[in-house]
């Protein structure tokens, strides 16, 4: 399985950016999917998961902001951020968690994502 993020880059703080993470290799729809970042100097942190049936989670620091979605039939994940914080500056990591397996285990390439104030 291979998953292959996109749409990161420089964006002003209050502004959006929408992140795509395309799944090739496997059975997408049988997947939890997730974003993960990590900032210069600090541990990765998991941002938003979205599970095979539509849940979803956020961690509290993007709540109201951040938006995760897929589409099965393009075998795609999306991550739509809006009121961008210079706090949210960070590479941006798209993840796969097949069913049974409990873990993310396939992972995409990072995205950087950089917010200016």
């Known amino acids: 399985v291979q998953l292959q993020a996109s749409g990161g880059g420089l964006v002003q703080a209050g502004g959006s950016l929408r992140l795509s993470c395309a799944a090739s290799g496997g059975t997408f729809s049988m997947y939890d999917m997730a974003w993960y970042r990590q900032a210069p100097g600090k541990e990765r942190e998991l941002v938003a998961g979205?599970?095979?049936?539509?849940?979803?989670y956020y961690v509290y620091s993007v709540k109201g902001r951040f938006t995760i979605s897929r589409d099965n039939a393009k075998n795609t994940v999306y991550l739509q951020m809006n009121s961008l914080k210079p706090e949210d500056t960070a590479d941006y990591y798209c993840?796969?968690?097949?069913?049974?397996?409990?873990?993310?285990?396939?992972w995409g390439q990072g995205t950087l994502v950089t917010v200016s104030s």
């Open positions: 979205i599970s095979s049936s539509g849940s979803t």
């Open positions: 993840a796969g968690n097949p069913k049974g397996v409990g873990a993310y285990i396939y």
